[in-house]
Structure formats: structure tokens, C-alpha cells
């Protein structure tokens, strides 16, 4: 086929063009097919230009890289989509797996980094399929998740020598690019598992410096033998009592139930992934988050509704329900009787 066509989407115009430089001189048979400063604009040019590689910032206003991927592998699946991250964005990692993102490119990128993950990208859409290693990854996931160090490194050894196998000439940027792919998957194995987020961010933040440091296949089996054992050693401090943190997460819906609460800005505010803190939350109450928010509004709502004169659409407003309409449906299905039913009943 004639130039592969590659999309930029970063909303720093100075990084695009640093990138278009990079990649229109590399001697890949590519071409700038197109550039955007916003996921939205993105979406709307992978659609008009059909590109075959994009790159794209994980971070931007509005529609960010994970959702613009998510999006675009939609209704583009055979693009390879490559994401730039800055350090301390990791917290990203399991929406850009479940987007289907190709790659991982650590911010500020090295050039030669971003040549090598174009030509895999190359080589992707010639042969039309994944490298052997990365097939495997699923294994080596599940023996961080167990906590199982010895099975976790024998996985290890054996995807780098699977990669060695298909890449006999081991570059630093090929090394970096699977190095950040094994630690994006352990990392997300150990939070899966109930890690401190800030502890696991912070962990991957440190590692993916140090990966940054490898230029040999020694080095990177030295590095993933450290990689795995401060992974797995993070998963065993999980806290040992979670009714502290569920303590937290209650006292916090207490104070907001009024403005909007969900579970994610929950976990965030108590440190913990949005999984984990359902899982034990349900443990510990015997309701699910959403229930038990629901509850604790209609509790709020029943006092107004006895002890006030505020009208139904102020007392809706007040417990934290989106509208009246939500509010009076809720209430008629909890309590058996629509919210002005109730308290004329209870003001009488």
C-alpha cells in the first residue's frame, strides 16, 4: 500500500507539531492526513479522513483521549491508536485498556519512542495482528491478582522471551513500549485487587522512570523482577479493617447528599478505586452504593416533608433528586405513597 495516514490529536499545538517534525521525517512511509486540538474534533476527523494511526494526548478539555478512543474504535476498529501520557496519569490505565489502545507513550516523548511505536503500529496493520507476548498478558495479570510472585515472574521471563524470539534486535523503545504495557496491566491487577490507588499511582509513576533507564533485555528482566515484587507487596497492604474506610465514605454522603454524589467522586474522596469500595461497602451496609444513597435522601425528604412547607419540587431539590418527576416516582416506589400523600397523612 502507498503512506499510512496518521492523525494528531493533542490540544498543545507546540506537541503537535514536534510530532508531526518527528514522524515526517523518520523515513516511515507515513503522512499528517490531519490534526486536532480536542477529542470532540478528533472524532469528527477520524470519521471524514479514515485514518490508519492515530495519536492522540490522554488528557485534553472536554472529550478526553480515553473516551475519544473508545469512540473512534467504535466505529473505526482497525485504526491503531496510539496514547501519550504525562507521569502521575496512570490512574488512566484500565479505560485506556478497555478502549483498546494500541500503546502507551510516556510524556515527553523520545522521538526514536515514538518511531519504534509507529513502526509496530506499521506492522500491526500489515500483518493484522497482535504480537505473541501480548497475547499472554491475561496470564501474568491473573498471577499478580493472586498475589503468586514466583508463577508472576516465571510469566514474566517467558513473555521476554517470546518478544526476544519475534524481535531479535531488542531496541531501548521497543524494550520501554512492552515494559509500560506489563506495567499497565500489574498495576491495574493490583488495584483490581483493592490496592491504595494513591499508593499503586505513585508505585507506577516511580517504576515507569525507572523503565525509562532500560536499554538492554537483561535490564528489563532485572527491572520487571522489581516491577512484580513492589506490585504484589502493594497488594498485601490492603487495609485490614474496611469499615473504617466505609465510615468514611457514609460520613462524606451524609454532608452531600444534597449536591451530586456518585461513586467514583466517593471512592476518590475516601482513596480508594470505585470497584473496591462497592465491593466493600455492600459488605458492610447489606445495600449497594446507589441504594444506599437513595435511602438516605428519601430519610431527608420524609423530615422536610413532615416538619416543613416547603413545596415538593423544594424538598425534591433539597434531598439531592434531579427532578420532581425522579423524586415522586422514588418515593411512590419505596414508600408505597406519592410524596404529598405522605405528608398529608403524617402533617394531619
Do not use: C
Not at 516523548?109 to 513502526?119: A, F, G
Not at 456518585?262 to 470497584?275: D, E, G, T
Request: aromatic residues 6%; hydrophobic residues 45%; charged residues 25%.
Amino acid at each position: 500500500m502507498g503512506l499510512y495516514k496518521i492523525l494528531l490529536v493533542d490540544d498543545e499545538e507546540l506537541e503537535r507539531k514536534v510530532l508531526s517534525f518527528t514522524l515526517q521525517n523518520s523515513g516511515l512511509p507515513v503522512e499528517i492526513a490531519g490534526e486536532a486540538s480536542s477529542g470532540r474534533e478528533g472524532l469528527k476527523l477520524a470519521g471524514l479522513i479514515k485514518p490508519d494511526i492515530i495519536i492522540m494526548d490522554i488528557k485534553m478539555p472536554g472529550i478526553d483521549g480515553i473516551e475519544a478512543t473508545r469512540r473512534i474504535k467504535e466505529i473505526y476498529p482497525v485504526a491503531e491508536i496510539i496514547i501519550l501520557t504525562a507521569y502521575g496519569r496512570f490512574s488512566f490505565s484500565q479505560q485506556a485498556i478497555k478502549a483498546q489502545a494500541s500503546d502507551y507513550l510516556l510524556k515527553p516523548v523520545q522521538p526514536q519512542q515514538l518511531i519504534e511505536s509507529v513502526r509496530q503500529a506499521i506492522d500491526k496493520l500489515a500483518q493484522r495482528f497482535q504480537p505473541g507476548p501480548l497475547l499472554d498478558l491475561a496470564r501474568l495479570e491473573e498471577q499478580v491478582k493472586a498475589g503468586s510472585l514466583q508463577e508472576a515472574k516465571r510469566q514474566f521471563h517467558l513473555l521476554v522471551e517470546l518478544l526476544a524470539a519475534k524481535e531479535p534486535a531488542l531496541s531501548p523503545a521497543l524494550l520501554s513500549s512492552f515494559g509500560l504495557r506489563v506495567l499497565v496491566i500489574a498495576v491495574q491487577a493490583v488495584l483490581s485487587a483493592g490496592a491504595d490507588p494513591a499508593k499503586a499511582e505513585k508505585l507506577e509513576s516511580e517504576l515507569a522512570q525507572d523503565l525509562a533507564r532500560v536499554g538492554s533485555r537483561a535490564g528489563l528482566s532485572a527491572w520487571g523482577e522489581g516491577m512484580l515484587e513492589k506490585s504484589i507487596l502493594l497488594q498485601s497492604q490492603k487495609p485490614i479493617n474496611d469499615l473504617i474506610p466505609v465510615r468514611k465514605a457514609i460520613a462524606y454522603m451524609e454532608e452531600r447528599f444534597a449536591s451530586e454524589l456518585s461513586l467514583s467522586s466517593v471512592a476518590a474522596k475516601v482513596h480508594l478505586s470505585p470497584a473496591y469500595l462497592s465491593r466493600i461497602f455492600t459488605k458492610q451496609t447489606g445495600l449497594g452504593f446507589t441504594e444506599y444513597l437513595i435511602k438516605l435522601r428519601l430519610k431527608h425528604a420524609k423530615h422536610l416533608l413532615r416538619t416543613s412547607d416547603e413545596t415538593i419540587e423544594q424538598v425534591a431539590e433539597a434531598a439531592g433528586f434531579s427532578s420532581n418527576s425522579y423524586f415522586t416516582a422514588v418515593f411512590k416506589k419505596h414508600e408505597g405513597v406519592t410524596p404529598s400523600e405522605y405528608r398529608a397523612r403524617h402533617q394531619a
